[in-house]
């Protein structure tokens, strides 16, 4: 590491002696070659980074080490920031004037002096535009790594979203945070984090710019003495390092993750506030000790991050080590208030109060930055497409498609338009035109269409020239209807009249629909209720259209870990209710906000006994797998349920169509469009399946082929599962439904788990008195109206076996699963047995041992377990009873392993029961063992029953018998028993 600190980058005039004016922020250019520096003497400079690589230079008079100065602003330039990549515009802000200026280089390179001073400017510098829009300092500045926007931080506690090609103010986000500190860009481009003055971190959601999480915990006992609060997000998108966070007494810089928002990590080490921190924008392999590691692998990879604060020194840290790479103090005489890395990753540039700039160079990290792509493979993992667009690489191609344009059109097109009215005037033209319109109707305020019921006028807005507004006819989803085609049959062509009503607004008049010839062409059947109440007709705003790529580009996410809520999924079981439940037959229209909605449940699921709580719908989020397989870890499904309509908080708004679409590393692999919002999705090697509002499920095969028609369900999904290759489908009615894809066969064809909500309550009372008082107050309790369903357990999670039987845990630390030929739920774990010797006995991964995995999952289910209470007290006072439960428990768990078809803990089981047998004494258990396991002779049949010489159709009994000798003959007082089992599987009959 070498520290290095240039005296000549300085803000101070040649002929001014004494304290220099504080640098408040310093920034890199993306090519490396210049840095650019914000003070306290209002001023911006650009400097030549050679001199500080190179001593060479450095002596070199014809090496100009001031390359230009930028005085527009008139108070102290707190923030300057290159835009990404090409580094076109330098944007900086000041604290008096409360303006943002973005300058934007010449190009030609001239020797100019600076007004009053004898400095000179090899650079031309202009300001390109002026931006205002905050009402006091302007703190913190920050580019989206596309360009697409520009954010700023401001001391009046609001946040202005710019747009980075016009400039134009997108979005001003405002709301009760205090002063805002520093922002910081999601790389990924789905968030915005800014860090208040409040003692808060705000996280923002891009597609709607409204919160998405407010982390407060890191930041309550912080001090209040930092200028800045600089967070930074790391390359990959995986956290964010906050500035100014405290971990007791320390001064830490917290890290938040990105899958919860929880700061579960802090990096502790400096003695006072921390101002600001900064990531490396590289990827970097590193050993055990720091070093380059012999085999460069994904497990060595590591994003480096350096911190700077009020202590007056620098540390680097690295999320592979507990401690700081490297540690620099005492290089500052004030507070560090800015960092800033070299784009190859291998220099760090700060600067603080005192006025002077540092560098540390890293050059051993040269042999150790990991590729771009390496990168862009995390971000992949979270909705970031780095897609660009594909050449063609040869003539025959170019040929190819010059063949395929020539080719005649199919007339679906033409006959679709025929069918809903269109005439020449508002048909496209074969270059994609409307047509110009040269009679006086096209001054007319109406459309011809033929489909009133069909269409949906909107409005659509070009930037091409001047601002011109065209109305066109778009049809949206027909209803149902049989139509018959005949070229001699052409429809009648009616009017439709646009009406301007008091409140401004436009509405179609409905007229009836015709046909020339009536007695061919059946009438279109009345289309559904809930078609009827989400079409209409209405004028969307006009936008421009940079504005609309700019929101499809900018989508929110959720990266739930599962399907299932932390809190479980709320249910109801109508049977508990004294008094019948009204039930509305009409479903009045909704009002859908811009980002998330509740889904239509149909009249089915408001009649059923059980009522499970149906997933929010939201605007776009995204699926990935879990688990250990890096070959489908890559993929990545993304769902934009697209919300059309107006804009106005007057009008309503409907979904039009949903957008789902495959990936992998960033590469995007099939997509296809669906007519209901999609709620929920999954996916394994050989299927993805994807579950909608409208209780379909939709399989496709892993190149995007339909498996089969949408399966339609009787409710809404609220539970999808998938597991080569099955898949589990959960219900608001609270059916199963699972399927063996690979066979289209079912296993369960929806069998109901209101059972299981049944017996899964909490033990009540044994007094009959107190039986009477809960009743009573239970009435009272639906007197007022409140629900009295309030012990009504909740689904935390379902999963799926290999051999099709499912496994559903309830927040009562319950687990069930389906005995396919008993038809019936067995209930396979429960908190009775918590006095077990063998209770949390995990054996093994989760995929091969569902017995240690539903073991875990009980212990860290976190939820109601009245029943473990009672037998921790009842124990206490009976000793005896643990042996008894215990050997209980190990017989269930057996039976649970022979019915999930797990063979290796079947085997542990077995051994587990053998020695607690011995241990107890149980002869009589004992010799039903093994005459079970030994059969004919010693287990005669009966009622013609045949005995089975296998467990699960593969163990041997005989087999598992001798395994399981040697551990019950650790009792000497079965020893006669023993031998006379061990003589007679030895013997060479039964060898």
């Known amino acids: 590491m070498i520290i290095s600190k ?67 602003h008139s108070g102290a330039v707190l923030c300057v920031r290159w835009s990404n990549n090409e580094g076109r515009y330098l944007a900086s802000s000041s604290d008096n004037d409360n303006v943002i200026i973005v300058w934007e280089s010449e190009g030609e390179s001239f020797a100019t002096t600076v007004f009053g001073s004898s ?84 996280i923002w959601r891009t597609s709607d710019w409204n919160v998405e999480q407010e982390i407060r915990a890191p930041f309550i006992n912080a001090p209040s003495t930092t200028f800045f609060r600089r ?51 590289h990827l970097f392999y590193l050993g055990e000790n720091g070093e380059n590691p012999a085999e460069k692998s994904s497990e060595h ?181 049989d139509f018959t085609s005949s070229s001699s049959n052409q429809p009648t062509v009616l009017q439709q009249t646009v009406t301007v009503g008091k409140d401004g607004k436009r509405r179609i008049k409905p007229v009836t629909i015709r046909s020339s010839s009536s007695a061919v062409s059946p009438g279109p059947r009345p289309a559904s209720p809930k078609v009827q109440s989400t079409q209409h007709t209405g004028i969307v705003e006009a936008r421009p259209a940079a504005n609309v790529v700019r929101w499809v580009d900018g989508i929110t996410y959720d990266f739930p870990e599962s399907n299932i809520p932390a809190s479980g999924i709320g249910s109801v079981v109508a049977g508990n209710k004294r008094e019948p439940m009204e039930v509305d037959q009409g479903t009045p229209p909704r009002k859908r906000p811009a980002w998330i909605d509740s889904a239509l449940l149909p009249p089915a699921a ?6 499970l709580g149906v997933p929010k719908i939201r605007a776009n989020f995204v699926w990935t797998p879990r688990g250990n397989d890096k070959q489908n870890k890559a993929i990545l499904m993304e769902c934009d349920n697209h919300n059309t309509g107006t804009n106005n908080t007057s009008a309503s708004t409907t979904w039009d169509c949903a957008r789902l679409s495959v990936s992998s590393h960033g590469k995007k692999l099939w997509h296809d469009y669906l007519p209901s919002a999609i709620m929920l999705m999954g996916g394994c090697h050989e299927f993805y399946a994807a579950a909608c509002e409208d209780g379909s499920v939709h399989l496709y095969s892993s190149t995007g082929r339909r498996i089969l028609p949408p399966i339609v369900l009787e409710s809404t999904i609220v539970l999808l599962r998938c597991s080569d290759p099955w898949l589990v489908c959960l219900t608001a009615t609270g059916l199963l439904y699972t399927w063996d894809v690979s066979k289209l066969s079912s296993r369960l064809d929806g069998v109901s788990i209101a059972p299981l909500l049944r017996v899964a309550q909490i033990p009540g009372s044994l007094d009959e008195d107190e039986d009477e008082e809960d009743e009573e107050e239970e009435d009272e309790e639906e007197e007022d109206g409140e629900d009295g369903d309030k012990d009504t357990p909740k689904i935390k999670d379902v999963r799926i076996q290999k051999n099709g039987l499912p496994l559903v845990i309830t927040n009562y630390q319950q687990a069930f ?168 599987i030895n013997s060479p009959a039964t060898l």
């Open 6 to 72: 240039p005296h000549w980058i300085s803000h101070a005039a040649e002929r001014e002696k004494g304290v220099k004016p504080a640098i408040y922020s310093i920034h890199v250019h993306p090519d490396g070659k210049r840095i650019a520096t914000g003070s306290l003497d209002t001023t911006v400079r650009i400097w030549n980074t050679d001199p500080i690589f190179d001593e060479t230079a450095e002596s070199n008079p014809d090496c100009h080490k001031l390359l230009c100065t930028l005085a527009r």
């Open 119 to 202: 400095e000179v400017n090899y650079e031309t510098w202009r300001p390109k535009q002026y931006l205002r829009g905050h009402d006091s300092d302007v703190q913190d500045l920050a580019w989206s790594r596309d360009n697409v926007y520009l954010a700023s931080g401001s001391v009046d506690g609001s946040v202005i979203v710019w747009n980075g090609t016009t400039f134009d103010q997108v979005r001003r986000i405002e709301q009760q945070g205090g002063f805002v500190k520093g922002i910081t860009w999601d790389p990924v481009g789905k968030f915005i984090a800014a860090q208040y003055d409040n003692k808060m971190l705000k």
């Open 231 to 281: 967070p930074s997000w790391a390359p990959t998108g995986t956290q964010i390092v906050t500035a100014n966070a405290t971990n007791g007494a320390h001064c830490v810089a917290a890290i938040i993750s990105r899958e919860e928002w929880v700061a579960d990590v802090s990096l502790v080490g400096h003695k006072c506030p921390i101002e600001v921190a900064s990531f490396n924008p």
């Open 301 to 481: 990879l590591s994003t480096v991050c350096a911190l700077g604060g009020q202590d007056r020194s620098i540390s680097i840290w690295t999320t592979k080590f507990e401690r700081p790479l490297a540690v620099a103090t005492d290089i500052f005489e004030g507070n560090v208030y800015d960092l800033s890395w070299t784009p190859d990753g291998q220099a760090l540039f700060a600067c603080a109060h005192d006025g002077t700039v540092a560098c540390i160079r890293l050059p051993e990290f040269s042999e150790q930055i990991a590729p771009e792509d390496q990168v862009l493979r995390q971000l992949a993992a979270f909705g970031y497409n780095s897609e660009s667009s594909q050449l063609p690489e040869s003539t025959l191609q170019l040929d190819i498609e010059d063949t395929n344009a020539k080719q005649p059109k199919p007339t679906t097109a033409r006959r679709f338009a025929d069918l809903m009215g269109e005439t020449t005037e508002t048909l496209p033209t074969p270059n994609g035109q409307l047509p110009d319109k040269t009679s006086s109707s096209s001054s007319t305020t109406t459309t011809t269409t033929a489909a009133a019921a069909n269409t949906t006028t909107t409005t659509t807005t070009t930037t091409q020239g001047e601002n011109s507004s065209t109305t066109t006819t778009q049809p949206s989803r027909p209803a149902d209807a």
């Open 606 to 611: 408001a009649r059923s006994q059980v009522r």
């Open 817 to 984: 699963t389906y005995h396919p030929g008993m038809k019936v739920w067995l209930r396979i774990s429960d908190a009775w047995y918590i006095v077990s010797e063998f209770w949390n006995s995990s054996l093994g991964h989760p995929s091969d041992y569902p017995l240690g995995w539903l073991s875990a999952a009980m212990t860290l289910n976190g939820g109601l377990d009245p029943i473990g209470k009672v037998m921790l007290n009842f124990v206490e006072g009976n000793k005896e009873a643990v042996g008894t439960i215990t050997l209980s428990h190990i017989e269930i768990q057996l039976a649970v392993a022979a019915l999930l078809n797990s063979k290796s803990e079947y085997r542990q089981w077995l051994k587990i029961y053998a020695k607690k047998l011995s241990a107890e004494n149980a002869q009589e258990k004992v010799k039903e063992l093994c005459h079970w396991l030994i059969g004919p002779p010693l287990l005669p049949c009966v009622d013609g029953r045949h005995w089975e010489p296998t467990v699960m159709d593969s163990l041997s009994k005989q087999d598992l018998l001798r395994d399981i000798l040697p551990l019950l003959g650790t009792n000497r007082q079965l020893q006669r028993l023993i031998n006379e089992y061990n003589t007679y």
